[in-house]
């Protein structure tokens, strides 16, 4: 995938998850796509911190939007490269510190594959 359109999908992602849009972000998705997280570790320490497929993904943003209604992310940057992008972004919530994180998108025939979360 070229630069260009690795940066397009990592800019729909941000847009549609500042939106709380849940289909436009799960459209971004193979059906059979994995996220790793630390915060799911904390949260559902059964997963060992990895989701697989898009009902577990819905489950785990929608229950993000409506615990966090004020979470929103703030993009500083993407990095393209082959079939990957990394985005550094902010995490805002209200009542609490900002947090850094960085997100490794893998993307294969347009759509992701997998995510992994970084952050302390």
Known sequence: MTSAELNEIATRWFAAFNQKNLNALLALYHDQAEHFSP????????????????????????????????????????????????????RHVEGEEDLVVGEMLEVRDNLIVKSSVFHQ
Do not use: C, H
Request: no cysteine; hydrophobic share 35%.
């Open 39 to 90: 915060k799911l570790k904390v949260r559902r320490p059964e997963t060992n911190g990895l989701i697989k497929g898009k009902v577990a993904l819905r489950d785990w943003w929608q229950d993000a939007f409506e615990r966090l209604p004020s979470l929103r992310y703030e993009v500083t940057r993407l990095t393209p490269y082959d079939n990957r992008v990394f985005m550094e972004y902010v």
